[in-house]
């Protein structure tokens, strides 16, 4: 089950890139001969480390607050929604503060946007949360002629929304906005939306490693766009380039692919990230996260 049916089902229950060889030769490989590029090392940290819950959420449905549990003994101090799997947002609450955990953010179907923006900002005032995130565009809609502007209409449209009601609208990509969009003329998908829409209203929460894998640099995003990508995820990815399709044998604990985080991270300061999520769309259980919490916990940049 991919990402969009599993949010959508789960809620209605309750050109700017560098050339890929150049941005893999930056990010992959041994890191030890770039020492030298990066700044002097400081007691930088990745903080706070939180998790986006889509990837426990096999375990999410059949225990739902054992899950949550687990997740806080592991040390995360943050969790992204990916679904309440029928609990009320009033019910989850409890559960993560039980736990001492936080949710800043949710991930929300595009169907749901269109339709169902007061009751998802509703939501998000009960769970605390300040971000909203659109997760997946249909790949119908994606290659429709006018597709990719209806997505930025809609995203301007509920951002407007959103901050009205005091919280951050944001955009979630994938490998997709990074190749070149016949309809656009050619235009990367992901620069048109950073383009065409009020940087207020519509802000990005990069995924690290579909970014890497399409062969995009974000560096190059965070500093031509200072500021509007308050979120990150993290995950690894095993050699270089493939698609999504490879997620099932390529896809890795954070630290233990070939994405070289520590060039990354501390070059990123543009950015202004606020959140750090990981997330393993083809994690197998609690042993991954905690792989990949321990990770970023001893890392330095």
Same mark, same amino acid.
């Given at each position: 089950?991919?990402?969009?049916?599993?949010?959508?089902?789960?809620?209605?229950?309750?050109?700017?890139?560098?050339?890929?060889?150049?941005?893999?030769?930056?990010?992959?490989?041994?890191?030890?001969?770039?020492?030298?590029?990066?700044?002097?090392?400081?007691?930088?940290?990745?903080?706070?480390?939180?998790?986006?819950?889509?990837?426990?959420?096999?375990?999410?449905?059949?225990?739902?607050?054992?899950?949550?549990?687990?997740?806080?003994?592991?040390?995360?101090?943050?969790?992204?929604?990916?679904?309440?799997?029928?609990?009320?947002?009033?019910?989850?609450?409890?559960?993560?503060?039980?736990?001492?955990?936080?949710?800043?953010?949710?991930?929300?179907?595009?169907?749901?946007?269109?339709?169902?923006?007061?009751?998802?900002?509703?939501?998000?005032?009960?769970?605390?949360?300040?971000?909203?995130?659109?997760?997946?565009?249909? =790949?119908? #809609?994606?290659? +429709?002629?006018? !597709?990719? @502007?209806?997505?930025? %209409?809609? *995203?301007?449209?509920?951002?407007?929304?959103?901050?009205?009601?005091?919280?951050?609208?944001?955009?979630?990509?994938?490998?997709? =906005?990074? #190749?070149?969009? +016949?309809?656009? !003329?050619? @235009?990367?998908?992901? %620069?048109? *939306?950073?383009?065409?829409?009020?940087?207020?209203?519509?802000?990005?929460?990069?995924?690290?490693?579909?970014?890497?894998?399409?062969?995009?640099?974000?560096? +190059?995003?965070?500093?031509?766009?200072?500021?509007?990508?308050?979120?990150?995820?993290?995950?690894?990815?095993?050699?270089?380039?493939?698609?999504?399709?490879?997620?099932?044998?390529?896809?890795?604990?954070?630290?233990?692919?070939?994405?070289?985080?520590?060039?990354?991270?501390?070059?990123?300061?543009?950015?202004?990230?606020?959140?750090?999520?990981?997330?393993?769309?083809?994690?197998?259980?609690?042993?991954?996260?905690?792989?990949?919490?321990?990770?970023?916990?001893?890392?330095?940049?």
């Amino acid at each position: 089950m991919n990402r969009r049916t599993f949010i959508g089902t789960s809620l209605a229950a309750t050109g700017l890139a560098a050339s890929p060889l150049a941005w893999a030769e930056s990010v992959f490989g041994n890191s030890a001969s770039r020492a030298s590029s990066w700044p002097a090392e400081a007691d930088h940290r990745v903080s706070p480390i939180g998790l986006q819950l889509y990837t426990v959420r096999g375990l999410m449905k059949t225990d739902f607050a054992g899950t949550i549990a687990k997740v806080a003994a592991v040390g995360y101090k943050e969790v992204e929604m990916a679904g309440y799997f029928d609990h009320s947002p009033k019910d989850v609450r409890a559960m993560l503060d039980s736990h001492g955990l936080g949710s800043p953010s949710s991930h929300i179907d595009y169907k749901v946007w269109e339709t169902s923006v007061p009751s998802i900002v509703e939501n998000a005032h009960i769970m605390g949360q300040k971000y909203l995130v659109c997760a997946w565009i249909e =790949e119908t #809609q994606r290659n +429709a002629p006018d !597709g990719w @502007k209806r997505a930025a %209409d809609l *995203f301007s449209h509920a951002g407007e929304q959103c901050k009205k009601a005091g919280i951050q609208f944001c955009y979630h990509n994938h490998t997709f =906005e990074f #190749q070149p969009s +016949a309809t656009l !003329g050619g @235009k990367l998908p992901y %620069d048109f *939306f950073l383009e065409n829409t009020d940087p207020s209203l519509v802000k990005m929460e990069m995924d690290l490693c579909w970014i890497t894998v399409a062969g995009g640099d974000p560096l +190059a995003y965070f500093n031509k766009y200072p500021g509007r990508f308050p979120m990150v995820h993290l995950k690894d990815w095993k050699g270089q380039g493939g698609t999504m399709a490879d997620q099932s044998t390529r896809m890795a604990d954070v630290g233990q692919g070939s994405i070289d985080w520590k060039h990354i991270l501390a070059n990123s300061g543009q950015a202004d990230i606020q959140h750090y999520f990981v997330e393993n769309d083809a994690a197998k259980g609690i042993d991954d996260i905690r792989i990949s919490y321990k990770y970023l916990s001893d890392l330095r940049y």
